[in-house]
């Protein structure tokens, strides 16, 4: 089935334009979603607005929209002030800058949309496409519409132009709120960690490897339903209490798992990884006795 696009507008950069259509990359109907009803007689619930002062069930009629900038406390406005303050559609991609790729930090990513030509526009798309992926550049771009203004990131495949809607700087936490402890790490501890990584490294992202497990367990559950079978939910297990574990020691059961698991796979190749480990567990091992010795020394 062709995807159908949500809206039309013009990327410019310098006097030149590309007139293109936005296709939403994602199914919004791909989570599943589940109503109230009335246990009584199953019909599904309308959702109504109570005024907790008189109790009274309010119309939209009777409602306006208020900003809170005090505790219990609003200003008013009406829907003309807000409609005189969004953002007129422009229905325009303005280019203000082209950076390097990897420029944006993926934090900042909001939503995904795909970019196609519209009627007339097929050779500028084609040549801007072109030309960032040549450059390995992306854009940044301003966008108006719905009564907002949107910062976007605009990509390129080669032949393919993609949308990437911004969150504003404002919206997005410094990392720095998160507390972190900086802990200086063994070359041996990091070694093992890096042969742990490269275990179960690919080259690809795959990702109709990984299925959404909870969607297929209520559609599951859903068809049983449909048959007229009860469902028993399963008594949550028990979450065992954690324990301190010695680093290195998990580091190097991982590793010894991973080999045995790539052994049955692929011998070979789980036989040539295998080589420089008696190295690294001998550098583990002396790292381990030494943090050991002083660990005694400083309880003496």
Do not use: W
Request: glycine letters at 6%; charged letters at 30%.
């Amino acid at each position: 089935m062709a995807a159908r696009s949500i809206a039309t507008a013009t990327i410019s950069f310098g006097l030149v334009t590309v007139p293109v259509r936005i296709y939403p990359a994602v199914r919004q109907s791909a989570g599943l979603s589940f109503h109230l009803l009335h246990a009584k007689d199953k019909v599904r619930l309308k959702q109504q607005y109570v005024c907790p002062e008189d109790e009274e069930i309010v119309p939209r009629s009777e409602m306006v929209k208020g900003f809170e900038y005090k505790k219990g406390q609003y200003v008013v406005f009406t829907d003309e002030e807000l409609k005189a303050l969004d953002e007129k559609a422009t229905n325009g991609l303005e280019i203000t800058e082209f950076l390097p790729k990897d420029a944006v930090d993926p934090v900042y990513f909001e939503k995904t949309y795909y970019l196609g030509a519209d009627k007339g526009g097929e050779k500028g798309y084609s040549l801007l496409a072109q030309a960032m992926a040549t450059a390995d550049e992306i854009a940044l771009a301003k966008y108006a519409a719905r009564g907002k203004s949107y910062l976007v990131l605009i990509r390129s495949t080669g032949d393919r132009l993609f949308m990437q809607q911004l969150y504003h700087s404002n919206e997005v936490r410094d990392i720095g709120e998160v507390p972190a402890e900086t802990r200086r790490n063994s070359d041996a501890e990091v070694k093992l960690a890096r042969q742990l990584i490269e275990q179960i490294t690919s080259g690809t992202f795959k990702p109709d490897k990984y299925e959404d497990e909870v969607r297929k367990r209520v559609e599951a559950l859903i068809a049983q339903k449909l048959k007229g079978k009860d469902i028993t939910a399963e008594k949550p297990s028990e979450r065992p209490p954690a324990q301190v574990i010695d680093l290195m020691e998990a580091l190097k059961a991982s590793l010894a798992k991973g080999g045995r698991a790539g052994a049955k796979a692929a011998p070979r190749q789980a036989a040539v990884r295998a080589r420089p480990r008696p190295a690294a567990a001998r550098a583990a091992a002396g790292s381990t006795s030494r943090l050991r010795a002083v660990a005694g020394g400083r309880k003496k």
